[in-house]
């Protein structure tokens, strides 16, 4: 059986003889969110939650994310929301990394575990709860869905990574593969949320140049990443935002595994404005 590793070790604060000097950068093109600086200081409590803290790494803001908000959210046991979605346009991924959640959605239970994922689509009523005895760590992704006239209403999704095989890319032998929770030829749903595996030596041979924007948090490993312009030494912890048609490339060096989880929207045209 394959071993996956998700990380979730953030909060506290950095001690008084810490360094100031960090790779946290915000650009034009790109944002680098180190695991460095999400302590408990940069939290946020959000309303109908309860014994719940969030650290908010995107959200729509001009030259900024323009299409999704990405949260982590720390529950600890017992807590969670009967009302966790304040906007009935939003749809909403969510991605455990530890601990354990009951989603309630149409009167049905589903208990996600480390490497569980769920699709919540728009409009529906949906619960939350942190079931173990030990606090729950999740990415929680949301999207202002995007209605097509002559296209059913997505379903919901609920899928863990282990069930799932990764799809390799093509002439990589297996160094390049890409675990996808949702079906890419299903034109129902406009986002897509995947975990991207490297082996070590693996690459992104070319600069990926698309419309597709991105979120990208390190689940695993460690690897150096080109945003636009720079070089930037990565690991398990930090986010990458990516603006749409940012250049991107990889290099994983090892010594295992590099693996993210990725955000990009997708099947609908560009607005135009």
Request: aromatic share 12%; net charge negative.
């Amino acid at each position: 059986m394959t071993s996956r590793s998700y990380y979730s070790g953030l909060g506290g604060l950095a001690g008084q003889t810490e360094l100031l000097s960090s790779k946290a950068v915000f650009t034009t093109a790109y944002a680098v969110i180190p695991k460095s600086v999400m302590s408990d200081i940069v939290t946020s409590f959000l309303p109908h939650w309860e014994g719940t803290r969030a650290w908010i790494l995107s959200r729509p803001l001009t030259g900024f994310s323009e299409t999704f908000s990405q949260y982590i959210m720390e529950v600890q046991p017992g807590g969670g929301s009967d009302r966790p979605e304040p906007d009935k346009r939003a749809q909403g991924a969510i991605f455990v990394v530890e601990g354990t959640i009951e989603i309630t959605l149409d009167g049905g239970t589903h208990e996600l575990k480390p490497g569980g994922f769920a699709y919540l689509p728009a409009g529906r009523a949906w619960s939350l709860r942190a079931t173990g005895t030990a606090p729950a760590t999740f990415h929680w992704i949301r999207k202002a869905f995007q209605v097509v006239e002559g296209l059913e209403a997505p379903d919901a999704i609920f899928a863990d990574e282990a069930a799932i095989a990764p799809s390799p890319m093509p002439d990589t032998n297996g160094a390049w593969a890409t675990t996808r929770f949702i079906d890419p030829e299903d034109l129902r749903y406009d986002m897509h949320v995947t975990i991207v595996t490297f082996q070590p030596g693996g690459t992104i041979p070319f600069m990926e140049t698309h419309v597709m924007e991105h979120g990208l948090y390190v689940l695993e490993g460690k690897a150096v990443y080109r945003l636009n312009a720079d070089w930037v030494e990565v690991e398990a912890g930090d986010f990458m935002w990516l603006r749409a048609f940012c250049p991107q490339a990889c290099y994983a060096g090892g010594p295992g595994p590099f693996r993210y989880l990725l955000y990009k929207d997708v099947n609908r045209h560009a607005p135009l404005w």
